[in-house]
């Protein structure tokens, strides 16, 4: 897998924040290297969030999102804001773009400026249009903000996106701004090196034609870097694959889907997970997940479920979101909630209508959306459950599908 083919939920995301027309679109596609944003001297020009992969060494794969600007007004405007706070969950680095010409700070950007200065995200205040700036016996803008924030000059920069004058010193500050993460692992790390594991990948009419998702690429993956044998195979080839092996494997790892049916076949001395259970441990989302568990058992009839998945796909007529899993819950519980759905980058800011939130892997998108979407539900005191674990549940086997894992129900 090359760098410009690392999955999105896997690149560090760096947004550009701000006031319409302090030069955010300009200081991305300078960053770019190239027209990514619609630059234009009317206000609002950029009204939805506009992503850009590419490679800043020695962060490696990241991507840039130019998101619409935080003092937008009216209906329009409050969409777009929406779409700005969208972009701010799933950032990882945050930067917010000022326009130097100015000698303060407008509340807004006072306030957003001190979120960052209280919080844990890494980021960087970058002071643009300095080409356009007077330089008298007056302080700058950049002086302004080091004098009353007390900020270190490592994370105030000024720059012209027009000129390109402080460009390479930007991308060079954005590249030290490295997150804090700890090493974390889908499966290996309770595993052996030399361990068998089958991974059930059934191929029906919801398989992408001739590729595999992102889960089971990204454990098979781990698998084959941790020198595991992988052995791939549907679910109605997987009694002979189990009984063609001289020694039991370590674990069967299948879609969600198939938990039933792969559960018939896998013998009780042999540990079975899903994809779906490993995503969420990986995004650090499991123990979260896990305790939403218990909200499928107390839904009564007419309660609102939101269903929730991370990537926007075609809805088929067989669809795990909104045909399988009401099914599913429909038929554990014997009661009829109802339903609503979301999918891709949407994600409400509220939860409180809700009784039960079902969430998919969340493979595409990265750890700080995933954890963003979870603190929201925690907030809300609203219960939210990974699909994995969820599908285990209902069909009675979630103690054994996190055995592997060391974690109880």
């Known amino acids: 897998m090359g760098l410009m083919d690392v999955p999105s939920g896997e690149r560090i995301h760096i947004g550009f924040f701000g006031l319409r027309n302090a030069g955010k679109s300009s200081l991305v596609n300078a960053i770019a290297s190239q027209s990514v944003s619609v630059v234009s001297d009317t206000k609002g020009t950029t009204t939805d969030a506009v992503k850009k992969s590419m490679e800043l060494l020695p962060l490696g794969p990241v991507v840039l999102i130019d998101t619409p600007g935080f003092d937008d007004s009216g209906e329009l405007g409050e969409l777009r804001v929406e779409k700005m706070r969208e972009a701010l969950r799933h950032t990882d680095i945050a930067v917010l773009v000022l326009d130097s010409r100015n000698a303060t700070l407008l509340d807004s950007e006072e306030k957003f400026l001190q979120m960052l200065i209280d919080g844990k995200r890494p980021y960087l205040i970058v002071c643009n249009h300095m080409d356009e700036t007077e330089v008298d016996d007056n302080l700058t803008l950049e002086d302004y903000l080091l004098e009353k924030y007390g900020l270190d000059r490592t994370n105030v920069l000024a720059v012209s996106a027009k000129t390109g004058d402080g460009i390479l010193a930007c991308k060079e500050r954005l590249s030290r701004l490295q997150p804090k993460v700890e090493e974390k692992y889908l499966i290996v790390d309770r595993l052996k090196q030399g361990d068998t594991v089958i991974l059930v990948i059934p191929v029906d009419e919801s398989a992408p034609k001739g590729r595999l998702i992102l889960p089971q690429q990204l454990v098979l993956r781990e698998l084959l870097d941790y020198h595991c044998s992988a052995i791939c195979c549907q679910p109605a080839e997987l009694q002979q694959t189990i009984e063609n092996l001289k020694k039991k494997p370590a674990v069967v790892i299948t879609d969600s889907q198939a938990f039933q049916e792969v559960d018939a076949i896998v013998p009780k001395d042999i540990y079975l997970t899903s994809f779906s259970i490993l995503m969420a441990r990986y995004k650090g989302a499991l123990s979260t997940m896990l305790q939403g568990v218990k909200a499928l058992s107390n839904l009564r009839d007419g309660d609102l479920v939101l269903i929730s998945e991370a990537c926007s796909h075609h809805r088929q007529c067989n669809d795990i979101g909104t ?87």
């Open 323 to 409: 045909v399988k899993m009401p099914g599913w819950i429909e038929k554990f519980t014997g009661v009829k909630p109802k339903y609503e759905f979301t999918s891709g980058g949407t994600f409400p800011e509220e939860v409180t209508q809700y009784k039960l939130v079902v969430h998919c892997g969340g493979c595409m998108v990265n750890e700080q959306e995933m954890q963003g979407r979870t603190k929201i539900c925690k907030r809300d005191q609203v219960p939210i459950v990974n699909y994995g674990m969820a599908i285990a549940a209902m069909h009675g086997i979630l103690d054994r599908s996190l055995e592997i894992l060391g974690v109880t129900a």
